[in-house]
């Protein structure tokens, strides 16, 4: 049985709050004469009306509890409803509503890829709105809840279980100080990655916006160019670090902050990723001096700048990578499918589940030349539960499957197959670029057709919900703390 009554009241909670983040960009409107103020106020009033109803009708004096359907249920809600109401103020400026949850889609889902053309040339309300959509759903829309569900008094552990489905370590007993200590190093992050940018020249308003998205890896920018724009070496080396920063396991943050500061480089997620960036950034800056006559210093920063972009799912560009030869798009469209680490703000496969397939390989070549050995799997130096291995292969089956779906359904539609199979990569990965004139770094999402949009705000979804664990685990207890 479905308990309806704290699905109802988490909403309206976080209508009331998409609400209240909507006065932002009014204000700024409001501030610069643009009458557009008048769509985000009118959208905040309707948004409020709507999440306080849910409020009203979900009140109730006896305590609920979410059961794991109850959350999947909210965990898939959330989003899908939180988004139709962030779109509203899209289709207030111009943009059809296909377009405008297209771009509300992205833009919670850390994905950044965009419908929007001349950005330079856009009010400020509009943009800023873009980069709060980001921010909040740079740890999901599904934390915020749960720092509100206490209030409820329900349980909100299942939640972040739900999503982030790797087994995420429990640092802190309880739910709410867990979000609450997440929530914090996010901001804190935001705020010193925004005074970074505006020391090192970016107006307030940029700096702002870009400290919004970096951190959440997530990449809409104020620009056309993208990052490029700036032309500045020093703020796009501030760049790479915040994108790192932000592809962390953010409970490696907690671990360092309660007098552990060696957790961070302790961690084999993070030696992994950025053993892993280093390797192929070098790899990359030695391919643009020797194709491009690059100069090492120059090579090096474009290298690392767009390969940690990709990687780190954020979808950035400093250039146009597509132009740099053949095996660097060969190269950047497998790096769509790496992310970041488990627990961070990224998306794709995330470098925990690629650790764990080679220890597979490697176990499955020990177990082939020594038949009677018994090959314990270890993991950040902790012995693997059962059921992790299993998990990861039916993960890593269940994303490439849900891929190649996606690319045949876009290709069925007329879509090119370089067009087709990097969309449904980045969008499953929530990546932002993908490849070719129109869904590249260069491009524009508002040349694909209206059903290829809504299939990809589909794919964003799932991608950033990670829906496919859920659905092939859902009988069996991967979440269970």
Request: hydrophobic share 55%; charged share 10%.
């Amino acid at each position: 049985m479905l308990h309806l009554r704290p699905i109802f009241s988490a909403l309206g909670l976080l209508l009331c709050t998409i609400a209240f983040a909507m006065l932002l960009p009014a204000l700024v409107d409001f501030a610069d004469g643009d009458g557009d103020w008048l769509v985000f106020f009118a959208s905040s009033i309707a948004t409020f009306f709507i999440g306080g109803l849910l409020i009203l009708a979900a009140q109730d004096d006896q305590p609920a509890q979410l059961t794991v359907k109850d959350g999947f249920l909210l965990t898939t809600a959330c989003w899908v409803v939180v988004t139709a109401f962030a779109a509203i103020p899209f289709v207030g400026v111009g943009l059809s509503y296909t377009d405008a949850y297209f771009e509300a889609m992205s833009g919670l889902t850390t994905t950044g890829a965009t419908v929007l053309t001349k950005l330079d040339q856009l009010p400020r309300g509009i943009l800023l709105w873009r980069a709060i959509l980001q921010g909040l759903g740079g740890l999901g829309i599904i934390v915020t809840a749960m720092i509100m569900l206490p209030f409820l008094r329900v349980g909100g552990m299942q939640l972040f279980q739900m999503e982030h489905s790797d087994r995420s370590e429990k640092v802190l007993p309880r739910a709410l100080e867990l979000t609450t200590a997440i929530a914090a190093i996010y901001v804190g992050l935001i705020i010193v990655c925004i005074i970074t940018y505006g020391a090192l020249g970016m107006t307030a308003f940029d700096a702002v916006c870009h400290g919004l998205t970096t951190v959440a890896t997530a990449g809409f920018s104020t620009h056309d160019e993208s990052f490029g724009f700036f032309q500045s070496p020093a703020m796009e080396w501030a760049c790479i670090v915040f994108m790192v920063l932000g592809a962390l396991p953010f409970v490696v943050y907690i671990k360092a902050l309660r007098g552990h500061p060696r957790a961070i480089l302790e961690d084999s997620q993070v030696r992994g990723l950025l053993g892993f960036l280093i390797g192929v950034c070098l790899i990359v800056s030695f391919w643009l001096m020797t194709a491009r006559d690059m100069n090492f210093a120059t090579a090096l920063r474009t290298a690392t700048f767009n390969v940690t972009s990709i990687v780190t799912t954020t979808g950035y560009a400093s250039s146009d990578y597509t132009q740099w030869g053949t095996f660097a798009v060969g190269l950047f469209f497998l790096l769509m499918f790496v992310g970041g680490c488990a627990g961070s703000t990224t998306g794709g496969i995330k470098i925990y589940r690629l650790q764990v397939t080679g220890l597979l390989i490697r176990s499955h070549f020990v177990h082939l030349m020594s038949p009677n050995r018994v090959v314990t799997l270890v993991y950040n130096g902790k012995r693997l539960p059962a059921d992790v291995p299993f998990s990861v292969v039916a993960f890593l089956a269940i994303y490439m499957s849900t891929v190649g779906l996606f690319t045949v359904v876009l290709s069925a539609m007329g879509l090119d197959l370089v067009t087709a199979l990097s969309a449904s990569a980045q969008a499953v990965g929530n990546v932002g670029p993908g490849l070719g004139p129109i869904v590249g770094p260069a491009g524009n999402y508002s040349g694909l057709p209206v059903l290829a949009k809504w299939i990809l705000s589909l794919a964003m979804m799932m991608g950033r919900l990670e829906l496919f664990t859920v659905l092939v685990l859902l009988r069996i207890e991967f979440w269970r703390s």
